[in-house]
């Protein structure tokens, strides 16, 4: 073997080593961040964390009790905004629209999908919050809902398109409608797809803090009903975090892996539903 | 049903022309008093109504540099090991792990880089940059901890996913025989990545840098907990600075005065526009690739 | 499965609209400066007024005025009084006129966070104002050492903070500074949110009191509160009458003394740089800005019901948290200006 060879062939295991490297370090990245919220956080996690509403500013104690609920409540408008529209958009790409309404729906969603999550804020606020003249829950999911609606819409549309057309014709064969077919044919074929991708889409919104802060605001107690402004895990992390007080840098650990932890939960859970259902195409 | 369903696509047309609008409509006065002058101008003064964009955008392109200088050769060395030499399994179960990575909230992001990061380059890494490069305009100045290097190296870790999911995709496209011809004709398994398999895949791996650079421009949570939130424009990254992104979050709520709320959401509307920009840079980017597979491949 | 899902998403939004009915909530926004006072107030007011809520955040005096001008708020408070540039514009938008009401007086201390200085350094107006100016970059500069004879100052670079955010903590600060230096006052002005010719950013006290805590050799200015219950280093500036005054209830109720005999019908007054030779010179009224008129009565009468409650009970708290309390002249006049609340 020439020097030469033997020099390519060091270079080739050098880079190669190096490629390896690098995929570690990415990985090494994820499992550091998740261990050092679960060593910082999981002390703070505590039932009082759970159960109690913030204490007076400079006082121990308290927890995030308001948060959790109002991060639920915010996630729940959002899906009832992001679903729907997601889902039944979708339905129409996949199964009625032309090519042309198709093209204009989907770069739509590519576009509105695009937008820093601070736009959509901005958007939510002069929509749903100055009207009103207060901030609230229900423009918070709002905010979250527009942008629940891109990932699901086109994700479902990748899913529905993918089940054979053979089971249409199958279905329409027996005499069945269209609505019938999409109802009780491609839907249930694609109903893995489907929910992962609402999953997905939920996880997404859960953390996002930038477009809460000019429409859910933030509350000290309990939100009563949808019209007030409420507490969410993500906006109490952004403010306890910059602030001086080491107490509240304790709670924000906690609330990190409590967030962080359901966010990977979910998804784990939808990529397993996904794993282990209709073999599909990947997109 | 048809028509319920149209209207539910419909509705999502409707609502990004709407967003569309309100920037547009909501800036109306910056653009009519300002004009061109607004990139340019870099004094943001709220008491005598002077708004220059030119610190966020400096400071949202800085950022965003910084972070695909170290996320793309971070990021396309793992790719190229997930796609080229890790065993399928081990690929997959490296690639969801990654996934993973990108789930993570931005706030979680800044979480860390208050407490881990901020530290870090304050005691350990600016200082040494400064002993070692100083010679050099972009470690020059203070240690503060927060700062452009910083927000860049946050951002980074932030759109590394990004850029090693979608280049292994592209990567794990490219035909067969593209690498078989190159090993064939001698290469090492190195060179017929390097010289053959990623150059077929360029395309592809440009639009996943674009990718990142659009989603490290619209990050705001993680780089307002770092960057140090002051207009400043500065050759030093340990510079603090501030970004379009976090400068929104910072002063909409208490935006007082029409003209001050207006030069915020005309820098929104800047934003929307760098985003939309590049993301269909990105998209049009990876079909190319996507499309190479059928016809010779040109390196 | 569908129906189940059904049958809870009814009884959730129920729930929701039912329990709704019960609360009043009430919602403000301002000023960070007594935002650990208000905090306190609205947590014990909720414990004697079970079905009153009254949820105030912190987003900066700036933001106070905002959201109360655009009607998103039920009141707002400030540090910054509002101008009248800003009071007509809310005038104009709303056809009534909205009120300030004093609540606490609080002072901006100047903290540091400088190894090996645990004391109190002394600052003359001068050497404030060129830290902040840019023109005093090191910490053993003269203007700053000869104030402090036997104090080992290092020779690093000052790292000046300040707000990023619209705020009455700043409006008091730079309302100082454009007194005690012409060249501040011509080149920056006073506001709750000004073209600082350096610094980094914090957001709200909490913010700047982090970043001094975490940054050597930086230099800050936060609210007397948030110093103490972080334990943060705070000093001395001297006051009109020359003498070195720490910022304490003691000087603070010194300052408001003048202020007090001839307080204006609407509240507005500066009292930064105040006569006297245990005044300290940068301290402050901090405002509730509440509207003079309420479509809403109940909304009305918790708010009146508040401040009533504050101007009496609510003094009581406010040493515990080293705010001073109002000077009995201010609080009879407020007493009086609650009926013009409709």
Redesign the interface.
Known sequence: MSARVRWRKFVSAFMLTLTGICAFVAVAVLFFILGYLVFHGGSSVSWSFFTKLPAPVGETGGGMANAIVGSAKLLLIAALIGVPIGFLGAVYLAEFSGGSTAFVVRYAADLLNGVPSIVIGIFAYSLAVLPFKHFSTLAGGFALGLMMIPITLRSTEEFLRSVPNTLREGAMALGASKWQTIASVIVPAAYRGILTAILLAFARVAGETAPLLFTAFGNRFWSPGWNQPTASLPVMIYTYAIAPYDDWHRQAWAAGLVLLGLILVVNIVARAILARGVAVPRS | ??L???L??????L?????VF??WR?SVLPRHKFGFAFFVTS??????DQFGALPFIYGTLITAGVSLLIAV??????A???A???PARVSDT?E??????A??????Y???G???V??LM?EYIQPALKKSLGFLPLFQG?A???GFLTAGVVLA?MV??YI?SVSR?VLLSVPRDQREAALALGA????S??KVVVPYARSGIMGSIFLAL?RA?????AV??VI???PTISASLFS?G?SI?AV?????????GDLYLQS??EL?LV??LL??IL?GMA?LLIVLTAQRGSGMGNA | MKRMAGLFLIVLTLAGVLWAEGTLSINGAGATFPYPMYSKWFDEYHKKNASIQINYQSIGSGGGIKQVTEGTVDFGASDGPMNDEQLKTYQDKHGFAILHFPTVLGADVPSYNIAGVTGELNFTPEAISGIFLGKITKWNDPAIASANKGVKLPGDDIVVVHRSDGSGTTYIWTDYLSKVSDEWKNKVGKGTSVNWPKGLGGKGNEGVAGLVKQTPNSFGYIELIYAIQNKMPYGRVRNSSGAFVKADLAGVTAAASGAAKDMPDDFRVSITNAPGKTAYPISSFTWLLIPSKFSDASKRDAIKGFVSWMLADGQNYAEALSYAKLPKEVVAKEKNALANVQ
């Open positions: 049903m048809r319920v369903t149209f539910f696509a419909a509705s999502v047309v609502v990004t022309l709407l967003l309100e920037l909501g004094v943001w003064d709220p008491i005598f050769p971070l990021g396309l060395g793992a190229i090991f997930l080229e030499l890790a490296l969801f792990f990654i996934d993973l990575l789930a993570v909230p931005s706030v979680i800044g979480l860390l208050v407490f881990i901020i530290p304050r203070p503060y901890g927060v870790i590394i996913p090693i995709e090492t398994r190195w060179e990545t390097w659009a421009l619209g990050e705001t949570m307002t907990m140090g939130n002051t603090p501030y992104a929104i979050a910072n002063e909409f709520t208490e935006a007082t915020l959401i929104g934003l929307f985003t939309f993301n998209r």
